[in-house]
């Protein structure tokens, strides 16, 4: 079976970047409705509770059938840090009430977004673009990489190190500490899986055009088994980020994590920045720096103010029209008055009172 060439194309990484976009925004869509369903549809049976059923698909099966052809055909370093415009599409529908459900957007969520989809913007037009290769041996000798060596066994390191604290006490329960460390842990490990999520899409991309079966490689099974193994660490590891404290600190932090450590496994692994200038880099690093600092803006004011629903001026409007409160009983109120002698000497005090 043969297929056609589509090595050599530069212009394919636009269309991983714009089904990378496209992804996004579809699972932050599933994200919302999700959302909407839990509040306007829990006295349905599962079966009829429309918006959940719509929202999983897209956050899910769409957004993960869009991600592995991107994965594909665009740089992870490009690919990671639009996930967060998953958030900021998210925020809007929300603001829209597009998916049944309306929240304020207050003027930091608004710069927050724009200083991502800035950022991502910076980093489709200034990151890395090598041409796609859809060719089995060539991605599977990057396991090879001494670069890539180095930071799985770090990452193993650390996945010791901070499970060792768990086992003897040091971390768990909900302080500061677990929270910062389970979420680099799992950021590195969310480095891996990515990576090798990657490999696995360049894998089957080539054997549908090419022919090429992958299972003859020891390196495919190695990638595979790496994949199983750190993914069930990952949910761990998140689950333990989010039980030791609230989702405003712990919903950004990971997220952090995750955008900064899946870039440095794909520089580690690809090689992927080698093809980028020193003032390219300068601006892709800019362009991260924003996604990251904008998403925890945006996450964090979310978060904190999450039953804010309606600015203040319609909370004021709305409390204005609602119906009067029933008179208190008057037999059942006391009244107390103070009166100052001197400012009305006529008036006798009873010593009793």
């Known amino acids: 079976m043969s297929g056609p060439n589509l090595e050599g194309r530069e212009g394919l990484v636009y269309v991983g970047i714009a089904l990378a976009t496209v992804g996004a925004c579809t699972s932050g869509l599933g994200m919302n409705l999700m959302k909407a369903s839990n509040r306007l549809e829990m006295d349905r049976p599962i079966q009829k509770r429309y918006r959940f059923i719509v929202g999983v698909s897209l956050a899910t099966f769409v957004n993960t059938s869009l991600d592995c052809v991107a994965f594909a055909l665009t740089p992870l370093v490009i690919v990671a840090p639009i996930g967060g415009i998953t958030i900021v599409a998210s925020v809007l529908l929300a603001r829209f009430g597009l998916a049944g459900e309306y929240e304020y957007v207050s003027w930091e969520q608004w710069v927050a977004i724009l200083a991502v989809v800035g950022g991502v913007a910076l980093i489709d037009v200034f990151g890395p673009h090598p041409e796609p290769v859809l060719n089995t041996t060539t991605v599977l000798e990057h396991f090879h990489n ?208």
Not at 178 to 197: E, H, K, N, R, Y
Not at 303 to 326: F, Y
């Open 146 to 353: 001494e670069a890539f060596l180095a930071y799985e066994t770090i990452t193993a390191v650390v996945v010791v190190i901070t499970y060792s604290g768990i086992w003897l006490g040091k971390l768990g329960g909900q302080n500061l500490e677990t929270t910062v460390a389970s979420a680099m842990t799992a950021g590195m490990c969310s480095g891996i899986t990515m990576t090798m999520m990657k490999v696995m899409a360049t894998c089957v991309g080539a054997w549908i055009l090419h022919g090429s079966l992958p299972f003859v490689f020891t390196e495919f099974w190695v990638a595979l088994a790496t994949l199983m193994i750190v993914a069930v660490v990952l949910v761990h590891l998140l689950n333990v980020c989010i039980s030791s404290a609230n989702l405003a600190l712990s919903t950004p932090l990971y997220q952090v994590c995750v955008i900064l450590f899946t870039v440095v496994a794909a520089c580690a692994f690809y090689q992927e920045a080698d093809v980028a200038t020193r003032s390219e880099l300068f601006v892709f690093l800019l362009g991260v720096f924003a996604v990251l600092a904008g998403l925890g803006v945006l996450i964090y004011n979310r978060e904190v103010s999450g039953q804010k629903l309606l600015p203040k001026e319609d909370k004021e409007a709305a409390i204005a029209k609602a119906p009067d409160a029933p008179a208190p009983d008057e037999s059942t109120v006391e009244v107390t008055a103070v009166i100052d002698p001197e400012l009305d000497p006529e008036v006798d005090i009873d010593p009793e009172l």
